[in-house]
């Protein structure tokens, strides 16, 4: 992990229609690509993002929209490779009592907020484009790490395939929306040990539900940090998922839909 220098902390509200024009300006501006970026976080530019994170400043996006220019940073790069960075940092330092719980929560759900709105300038910026195929995203009771499933979201988009959300839902809701959409897959998002059970039962419920016809993959922070095939095949068995993975290629081609995503590039 890289070493982030300290950052202040604020109490200036970053408005609604401030971040809707930094997001609006960042995809149209800055987006290069639909495909998946990876690499290292730059520190500079990662301490900037947190700062707006827990700063609240408005400011902050401008600079943020400045050094993105300056750097080539682009869209895909801040929502792949920087908010994930972030995220671990904040939890980090909450971890290690250099933030409270109020301030770690504020920077969350500034991040959180910032991250919807691009995706909403996505969506609207690609509004005529195809859809490769469609997937439900679920996150299954008690997991609360949202972040990580709406970069999936927005990763899954951006590759053209049309997302669903859904927050841990209670008994009887997934049935009823599989009965109501066909879709291509379901991915569940996991981000410890504990919520492996919740996820088993959403699992059962999608095949009772649709049988064997419906690939289910299991991705998120408890896979990522998994390592070697053994861990993975181990949450994939006790979750009952068709494979686990947080490679978002990867578990497009074992549902066969590359080959679609390719098509909408």
């Known amino acids: 992990m890289q070493t982030v220098q300290n950052v202040h902390f604020g109490s200036l509200p970053i408005g609604d229609a401030t971040v809707r024009e930094f997001a609006f300006r960042v995809v149209t501006e800055l987006a290069r690509s639909s495909g998946i970026e ?55 330092d909450w971890h290690n009592a250099r933030i409270d719980v109020l301030q770690a ?25 195809s859809h490769a195929g469609c997937v439900l995203l679920l996150m299954p ?3 609360q790490h949202v972040l990580g499933a709406m ?13 669903r959300i859904e927050f841990a839902p209670g008994p ?25 059970a919740g996820t088993a039962a959403c699992v059962d419920e999608i095949r009772k539900a649709r049988a064997a016809e419906m690939p289910v993959i299991v991705g998120g922070g408890l896979v990522s940090q998994a390592t070697g095939d053994r861990n993975r095949g181990r949450i994939r068995s006790e979750t009952g998922a068709d494979i686990a993975t947080s490679d978002v290629h990867e578990a497009l081609a074992f549902c066969g839909m590359r080959k679609l995503c390719a098509a909408a590039e």
């Open 105 to 129: 929560t504020l920077a969350m759900s500034r991040l959180q907020r910032l991250l919807r709105e691009l995706g909403r300038a996505w969506v609207s910026d690609r509004a005529a484009a």
């Open 151 to 163: 970069i999936a979201a927005n990763q899954l988009r951006r590759l053209g395939v049309s997302v």
């Open 38 to 92: 990876s690499g290292r976080a730059e520190a500079s530019f990662l301490t900037m993002l947190i700062s707006a994170a827990r700063s609240g400043d408005p400011a902050v996006l401008q600079d943020l929209l400045t050094a993105m220019k300056r750097r080539r940073i682009s869209a895909e790069q801040v929502i792949d490779i920087y908010f994930p960075c972030a995220i671990d940092h904040i939890g980090t």
């Open 172 to 196: 009887g809701v997934i049935t009823e929306m599989l009965e109501k959409k066909r879709f291509n897959a379901v991915f569940l998002s996991v981000s410890n040990e504990s919520s492996v």
């Open 141 to 143: 009771q008690g997991e």
